[in-house]
């Protein structure tokens, strides 16, 4: 039994996504981040740097594992699936990987705060995060031009990406332009796991509920703030 300490964002939703995709039994733990429950000393026991998601291995004598991608290159190794095991099919999917961790995950949380959090409106610091969010999003779609999947073979690369690209709007962002980014999108959509992955926690609210999404960006905005 996996122990999943998790919120409704798009890095916990890669590893509920994951879970579902690989079929393994789980328990999930909500962590209320609106009252910074992921700073309290039980929580940063399991994650020093106090964000989520987190995963307890039980059946591997209560093994912590933190990152997601740290999480999902852990379920994908213990499972043998959603990763090649040959040494060239795992570098293009860890390539792949690394990309969403260092790049459209940062770039997307960042164009997420000056776009939606900050009451005041810093327009160079949105265009530029936009712009670099945008930028990523072409590269994505050059490669989905003869690629099915990011990596060949569907993976821990396309769920780790698709958790976050498909928040776009969130960010400010549209991809009509970009026909293989939303043949992509699409088609990870259409999955069931995914589907079941991104209600693993409930969504707070549905995306034309406005008041809900208001108040939502009201409580980002104050842990930005003060730096949670």
Request: proline fraction near 6%; glycine fraction near 8%.
């Given at each position: 039994?996996i122990?999943?300490?998790?919120a409704a964002t798009p890095n916990?939703?890669k590893v509920?996504?994951?879970?579902?995709?690989?079929g393994?039994?789980y328990?999930?733990r909500?962590?209320d981040?609106?009252?910074?429950?992921?700073?309290q000393?039980w929580?940063l026991a399991?994650n020093p740097?106090?964000r989520?998601?987190?995963?307890?291995?039980?059946?591997?004598g209560?093994?912590v594992?933190?990152e997601s991608?740290a999480?999902?290159?852990?379920?994908?190794?213990?499972?043998?699936?959603?990763?090649p095991g040959?040494?060239?099919?795992?570098?293009?999917?860890?390539?792949?990987?690394?990309?969403?961790m260092?790049g459209?995950?940062?770039?997307?949380g960042q164009?997420n705060?000056?776009?939606?959090?900050?009451?005041?409106k810093i327009?160079?610091?949105?265009?530029?995060?936009?712009g670099e969010v945008?930028?990523?999003?072409?590269?994505?779609?050059g490669r989905?031009?003869?690629h099915?999947y990011?990596a060949?073979?569907?993976?821990?690369?396309d769920?780790a990406?698709w958790?976050w690209?498909?928040t776009?709007k969130?960010s400010?962002i549209?991809v009509?332009?970009?026909?293989?980014?939303?043949?992509w999108?699409?088609?990870?959509?259409?999955?069931?796991a995914?589907?079941r992955?991104?209600?693993?926690p409930?969504?707070s609210f549905?995306a034309d509920?406005?008041?809900?999404a208001?108040?939502?960006?009201e409580?980002a905005r104050?842990?930005v703030e003060?730096g949670?």
């Amino acid at each position: 039994m996996i122990d999943l300490y998790t919120a409704a964002t798009p890095n916990g939703h890669k590893v509920s996504i994951a879970l579902e995709e690989l079929g393994l039994p789980y328990r999930v733990r909500v962590v209320d981040l609106a009252t910074l429950e992921q700073r309290q000393d039980w929580f940063l026991a399991l994650n020093p740097n106090g964000r989520i998601p987190v995963i307890v291995d039980r059946d591997e004598g209560d093994f912590v594992v933190f990152e997601s991608g740290a999480i999902l290159v852990y379920l994908a190794e213990k499972t043998g699936r959603l990763m090649p095991g040959d040494p060239k099919g795992r570098s293009l999917v860890m390539q792949w990987l690394m990309f969403q961790m260092g790049g459209i995950g940062p770039m997307m949380g960042q164009a997420n705060v000056f776009y939606r959090y900050f009451p005041e409106k810093i327009q160079p610091a949105i265009d530029r995060y936009q712009g670099e969010v945008r930028r990523l999003f072409r590269v994505l779609d050059g490669r989905l031009a003869d690629h099915e999947y990011l990596a060949g073979e569907y993976s821990v690369a396309d769920i780790a990406n698709w958790a976050w690209v498909r928040t776009h709007k969130w960010s400010g962002i549209t991809v009509d332009d970009m026909p293989h980014l939303r043949r992509w999108l699409d088609a990870l959509a259409a999955r069931p796991a995914c589907a079941r992955g991104i209600d693993i926690p409930p969504r707070s609210f549905r995306a034309d509920d406005t008041d809900a999404a208001r108040r939502f960006a009201e409580g980002a905005r104050k842990m930005v703030e003060f730096g949670k």
